[in-house]
């Protein structure tokens, strides 16, 4: 058995602590948004969707490989 249980315990965490972080960010980039200049602006919304997009995949590809033993 190649899958590891603290592993899959922290991805298990993390899947519920991921949206309340991103909620938490969403809620303080809407705040801030209108104070920044229009590159700041840019940069933020960039980031923030790219982290998103990086943390959602990193979860599903490590429930995927965890589980499956890959």
């Known amino acids: 058995v190649l899958s590891s249980l ?3 315990v922290m991805l298990y965490f993390n899947v519920y ?7 938490a960010e969403a809620i303080m980039l809407h705040l801030k948004y209108h104070l920044l200049p ?6 933020l919304v960039t980031a923030f969707l790219i982290l ?4 959602g995949s990193r979860l599903y590809l490590g429930y995927l490989g965890n589980l499956q033993e890959k």
């Not at 602590?17 to 909620?23: S, V």
């Not at 998103?52 to 943390?55: C, G, I, N, T, W």
């Open 6 to 8: 603290p592993l899959q």
């Open 52 to 55: 998103s997009l990086a943390e």
């Open 38 to 43: 229009w590159h700041y602006q840019f940069l």
């Open 17 to 23: 602590y991921f949206p309340a972080w991103c909620l």
